[in-house]
């Protein structure tokens, strides 16, 4: 049995075209405009990924209408490939069928609106497992699916961690509207 680089295909293979073709990994840092984005080539280091010094790149990801805002959130990373000099990415965010990215990230409820909508903040987790807000975020605005039909609202606390998905509307064109399903209700019933 070979124990080559080939031998780890697809990966062996990747290593040999991305010298040829010009592969980088890199992190998205912010959409530019339409499907272009600002992008930094990151490495390996141990298990996670840093920053490369140099030069901020522009990627188009071909997942995405060019004449459309981007919807790749910062930090997203992806295999960036050079293509007569432009660099491409492919990056579809997970829409479970029907739009939207349903992968999620977890999130701090900051406070109440009324109703079932509260505003929330996207969380880091460290490697001891403990949350604090995540550099470069803002608060958003979501909706808990459990409390749209079930009372007044309002009923999570502050500073409970919940797990948000950001789904497209049916606009044009279309808005990431935030949700997650917390049971705010669940300690109520016998």
């Known amino acids: 049995m070979s124990t080559s680089k080939d031998a780890l295909s697809p990966f062996g293979t990747l290593l040999h075209a991305g010298d040829a073709l010009g592969l980088t990994l890199v992190r998205i840092l912010s959409v530019q405009s339409g499907n272009r984005y600002s992008a930094q080539a990151v490495e390996f280091d ?12 522009t990627v188009t990801n071909l997942a995405e209408p060019a004449d459309e805002t981007g919807q790749l959130p910062a930090d997203t990373e992806a295999v ?3 293509v007569e000099g ?3 990415v492919f990056v579809r965010l997970d829409s479970g069928g029907e739009g939207g990215s349903s992968v999620g ?6 406070s109440a609106q ?9 969380q880091a987790i460290s490697p001891e497992g403990t949350f604090s807000d995540a550099a ?5 605005t979501a909706r808990n699916l459990a409390e749209l039909s079930l009372g007044p609202g309002a009923a999570v606390p502050d500073d409970t961690i919940v797990w948000v998905a950001g ?4 606009g044009t064109p ?4 935030y949700v997650f399903d917390h049971p705010a209700y669940a300690k109520y019933l016998s």
Do not use: C, K
């Open 46 to 57: 141990d298990d996670a990924t840093q920053l490369i010094d140099g030069a901020t790149l």
């Open 86 to 88: 432009r660099w491409i």
């Open 136 to 140: 470069g975020t803002s608060n958003q």
């Open 167 to 170: 789904l497209e509307d049916t």
């Open 80 to 82: 960036a490939v050079d």
């Open 174 to 177: 279309p808005t990431v509207r």
């Open 114 to 122: 009324g109703g079932a909508v509260y505003t929330v903040r996207e």
């Open 105 to 110: 990230f977890p999130a701090r409820i900051v």
